[in-house]
């Protein structure tokens, strides 16, 4: 299995940036195909991005989509998100997940979670 490591998160201002990382270790990370995922208090877990293994693919939810981008160093195992024009509804708890297979866009799919990493964008 996989073991997942975020880092990177912290308070914001409006329209900051910040950049996540999210280190692998265990087995061959291009084995796994990569995704993140989100959760504010009182709601449910969300998708934000996903990544295929070579890097060559990559999916957004509609609520970041030009706004964020999701990569990988396979070389490093690291996948990384970065975040733009940050706004106070995207402050949550922000996981990194992993899974053998296509990537995902649904929380279920995906075997390996790491501990999550707040993100908090004040107004």
């Known amino acids: 299995q996989v073991q997942l490591v975020e880092f990177g998160g912290g308070l914001v201002q409006t329209g900051g940036s910040l950049r996540l990382s999210c280190a692998a270790s265990?087995?061959?990370?291009?084995?796994?195909?990569m995704g993140w995922f989100r959760q504010a208090p009182g709601k449910e877990r969300e998708f934000v991005a996903a990544?295929?293994?070579?890097?060559?693919?990559?999916s957004y939810a509609d609520s970041v989509k030009g706004r964020v981008t999701i990569s990988r160093d396979n070389a490093k195992s690291m996948v990384y998100l970065k975040m733009n024009s940050l706004k106070p509804e995207d402050t949550a708890v922000y996981y990194c997940?992993?899974?053998?297979?296509?990537?995902?866009?649904?929380?279920?799919?995906?075997?390996?979670w790491g501990q999550g990493t707040q993100v908090t964008v004040a107004s």
């Open positions: 997940a992993g899974r053998t297979g296509p990537y995902g866009t649904v929380a279920r799919v995906y075997d390996y």
């Open positions: 265990g087995r061959t990370f291009t084995n796994y195909a």
């Open positions: 990544i295929n293994r070579s890097g060559g693919m990559t």
